[in-house]
């Protein structure tokens, strides 16, 4: 993920000048136009939404085990930092659960402000092709937030399901 941080910038600044010069054009504002096309777009939130709940919902089953003398296997839960040891608290597990969503949230936010921008420097430049530069873009930023999305929860959502299971099979 570094990686793609680091490129992500990377292609930012290089794109900088051709924004500026794209800015000098045009009577909108591209700043505004990017700032405003990436808080309105949906997958900007999904990913960050999906791996709390996913998360939340994990977390919430398995308090009814760790009541009961069970450990916890994810090591970013545990009071040592190692995998099967004593949890956290609770309180401070959704602290953390927020941190990481808040993470994905950051991810989204530089994905999608780096494709607005590809998408307005070649919309700029070769105006002729518009809607296929909105057509891959759109595809970019939808491919992006479902990968993370189901990176980020699935294993959560499954880990929900067998903490209930088991916490029925014990009559927790």
Same mark, same amino acid.
């Given at each position: 993920?570094?990686?793609?941080?680091?490129?992500?910038?990377?292609?930012?600044? /290089?794109? @900088?000048?051709?924004?500026?010069?794209?800015?000098?054009?045009? !009577?909108?504002?591209?700043?505004? !136009?990017?700032?405003?096309?990436?808080?309105?777009? +949906?997958? @900007?939130?999904? +990913?960050?939404?999906?791996?709390?709940?996913?998360?939340?919902?994990?977390? !919430?089953?398995?308090?009814?085990?760790?009541?009961?003398?069970?450990?916890?296997? %994810?090591?970013?839960?545990?009071?040592?930092?190692? +995998? %099967?040891?004593? +949890?956290?608290?609770?309180?401070?597990?959704?602290?953390? /659960?927020?941190?990481?969503?808040?993470?994905?949230?950051?991810?989204?936010?530089?994905?999608? =402000?780096?494709? %607005?921008?590809?998408?307005?420097?070649? =919309?700029?430049?070769?105006?002729?092709?518009?809607?296929?530069?909105?057509?891959?873009?759109?595809?970019?930023?939808?491919?992006?937030?479902?990968?993370?999305?189901?990176?980020?929860?699935?294993?959560?959502?499954?880990?929900?399901?067998? %903490?209930?299971?088991?916490?029925?099979?014990?009559?927790?």
């Amino acid at each position: 993920m570094r990686a793609i941080k680091r490129l992500m910038l990377l292609s930012m600044m /290089i794109l @900088t000048p051709a924004i500026a010069s794209a800015q000098a054009d045009t !009577d909108s504002n591209v700043f505004w !136009d990017v700032t405003k096309a990436v808080v309105f777009d +949906p997958t @900007t939130y999904a +990913p960050a939404a999906l791996s709390y709940k996913s998360m939340k919902m994990d977390w !919430d089953s398995s308090q009814a085990l760790f009541r009961n003398g069970w450990v916890e296997q %994810n090591q970013r839960f545990t009071i040592s930092g190692r +995998p %099967n040891d004593l +949890p956290v608290s609770y309180a401070e597990g959704n602290k953390r /659960i927020r941190q990481m969503a808040l993470l994905h949230l950051q991810e989204s936010l530089v994905n999608n =402000t780096a494709a %607005n921008i590809f998408e307005r420097v070649l =919309t700029d430049k070769y105006p002729q092709h518009r809607k296929l530069f909105k057509v891959l873009s759109w595809t970019e930023r939808i491919a992006f937030a479902s990968y993370v999305s189901y990176m980020a929860s699935a294993n959560h959502f499954r880990q929900d399901g067998r %903490n209930r299971q088991l916490a029925i099979q014990f009559g927790y």
